[in-house]
């Protein structure tokens, strides 16, 4: 079993950048693929990024090219560097492990593991 806990949110004006952490304990993350999700007020909690075992990355639509997830196994943890942030990306981002480490899956009911969230907001 393996505890996420997040950090790095905060207050940022449009076209801003914020770096998302998530410290993994009880387990290494590279024994899991990792995922970021993120939940807008009155919204269903939609995928944001993913990296399997092997380091296959994948990316919303709507983060692609701004959104960088990254695993330093050094530190244990899971990183999302967000850049160009858009009002839009306001919202509680969660990092989430994936038992299943080799394939990537966008669905929230494939992580079994999850994260208090952190607070991203970005002011236009």
């Known amino acids: 079993q393996v505890q996420l806990v997040e950090s790095g949110g905060g207050l940022v004006q449009a076209g801003g950048s914020l770096r998302l952490s998530c410290a993994a304990s009880?387990?290494?993350?590279?024994?899991?693929?990792m995922g970021w999700f993120r939940q807008a007020p009155g919204k269903e909690r939609e995928f944001v990024a993913a990296i399997s075992r092997s380091s296959s990355t994948s990316y919303a639509d709507s983060v692609k090219g701004r959104f960088t997830i990254s695993r330093d196994n050094a530190k244990n943890t899971l990183d999302l560097q967000m850049n160009s942030l858009k009002p839009e990306d306001t919202a509680v981002y969660y990092c989430a492990a994936r038992l299943n480490g080799v394939s990537l899956t966008t669905t929230p009911s494939g992580y079994a593991y999850w994260g208090q969230g952190t607070q991203v907001t970005v002011s236009s």
């Open positions: 009880g387990r290494t993350v590279s024994s899991y693929a």
